[in-house]
Structure formats: structure tokens, C-alpha cells
């Protein structure tokens, strides 16, 4: 019913800026959370931003005042603007789309992002 395709990923060097791009479709719901997490080899999966639809947003304490989640509902796209990146933001970043009506969620095929040092 949700299809989630991310895009964007890469290799950059520390310091560089990446920007991430997710869009979604099918339906999608009146009232949703949309969201980036990233997972590193050997580690769990962790929140890294979330934004809902009428825009109040919340990151990780990793992730605030370097990146930027925002969303066009027009286009029904999620970014992620990650500046000053470090090694450790190395990960695969998934996105994530939750229907606050249907209590379900779904998830994206993920994004590499390699930091170098």
C-alpha cells in the first residue's frame, strides 16, 4: 500500500554535506510521521530524525544542528540535509513513513552513506 524509495546516499569526506531524498507513495493517510533512521554494521537501528505532517520535527541529539529534515507534501517527498558529517554518521539510512490512523508503518530498501576521515 506505502512504497518508500530513498535516494541520495554516497561517499564523502568528513566535513562534506549530503542530502537525502525519500518519496513515497500510495496512501499515505490524512495524519502521518515521516522519519530517517540509520543503522551501522553491528549496531541497532536508531532514530535520526522524525517530522510530522504539519511539520514539528524532532532529531537525535547526534543529529541536531548539523541536519535538517523537511518534507514537500505536494511532491510527498522527505529530505534530510546532513551537513558537517563525521565518520560516524557511517550507516544505512532508511526512511520511514508511519500511519497514525492505521498504527502502521513502513520502511524504505535504504541508502548507503560512507564517511571518510
Known amino acids: 500500500q506505502v512504497l518508500l524509495v530513498e535516494s541520495g546516499g554516497g561517499l564523502v569526506q568528513a566535513g562534506g554535506s549530503l542530502r537525502l531524498s525519500c518519496a513515497a507513495s500510495?496512501?499515505?493517510?490524512?495524519?502521518?510521521?515521516m522519519g530517517w533512521y540509520r543503522q551501522a554494521p553491528g549496531n541497532q537501528r536508531e532514530m535520526v530524525a522524525t517530522?510530522?505532517?504539519?511539520?514539528?520535527?524532532n532529531y537525535s541529539p547526534s543529529a541536531k544542528g548539523r541536519f535538517s529534515i523537511s518534507r514537500d507534501n505536494a511532491k510527498n517527498t522527505l529530505y534530510l540535509q546532513m551537513n558537517n558529517l563525521k565518520p560516524e554518521d557511517t550507516a544505512v539510512y532508511y526512511c520511514?513513513?508511519?500511519?497514525?490512523?492505521?498504527?502502521?508503518?513502513?520502511w524504505g530498501q535504504g541508502t548507503q552513506v560512507t564517511v571518510s576521515s
Open positions: 500510495g496512501r499515505l493517510g490524512s495524519r502521518n510521521v
Open positions: 517530522i510530522t505532517n504539519d511539520d514539528r520535527t
Open positions: 520511514n513513513l508511519e500511519r497514525l490512523a492505521w498504527g502502521d508503518n513502513y
